[in-house]
Structures are given as C-alpha cells and as structure tokens.
C-alpha cells in the first residue's frame, strides 16, 4: 500500500518560516520524481516545486528565491522549506511522487499565512 504522508504545515506570520516533510512508503522512492503542490481556496492546485530522480530541481516563479525543495533518499522523504512566506502562500500543500509506473499523493497540509 502507497502512502504519501505530510507533515510541519501550520501558522506563520508574513516574512517568516516553515518547513514540510513527506514521507513515502509503499514505493522505491528513489525512483520516483518528487514534488510539492498547492491549492488556495477557491484557486486551481499549482505545483509549486520538483526535485527529479537524478536531482533536477524547478520552482514556480513565484517561490523561487524564497521556497528550496530538498530530498533525503534514504528517509524517503522530500522536505519544503519556506522562508519569506506571504499571505499568498496560504494553501493546502500535498506531496507527488511520480514516475511511468505510478502517480500518488498525499491528503496534504494546511499552511496558513497571516499576521
């Protein structure tokens, strides 16, 4: 059974931080590209962050200099953190592995941006 399981969502202020975890298990992990999404209410889910197989990373152009997406192979997990957040960035964040064998996702996680 493949599960993709989210953690470290929460509260921030504007200007501050957070970091996501997930965690797969179920998959060789390794061989799966990795990836962060996130729906705000009443918008269209946008991916948000990638990390490949070999280690090929891509951002949304409105994280980039603020979001890195990380993976630990080992941990079979893929990690998010988030510096500089802004009230844009409140959404539900889910984790994507994906690769020509499988497409899986996890329920996600609420991060709320707010002073």
């Known amino acids: 059974q493949v599960q993709l399981v989210e953690s470290g969502g929460g509260s921030a202020q504007p200007g501050g931080s957070l970091r996501l975890s997930c965690t797969a298990s179920?998959?060789?992990?390794?061989?799966?590209?990795m990836s962060w999404y996130r729906q705000a209410p009443g918008k269209e889910r946008e991916l948000v962050a990638t990390v490949s197989i070999g280690g090929n990373i891509n951002y949304a152009d409105s994280v980039k200099g603020r979001f890195t997406v990380s993976r630990d192979n080992a941990k079979n997990t893929v990690f998010l953190q988030m510096n500089s957040m802004k009230p844009d960035d409140t959404a539900v964040y889910s984790c994507n592995a994906k690769n020509l064998r499988g497409n899986y996702w996890g329920k996600g996680t609420l991060v709320t941006v707010s002073s």
């Open positions: 179920g998959i060789p992990f390794r061989l799966y590209d």
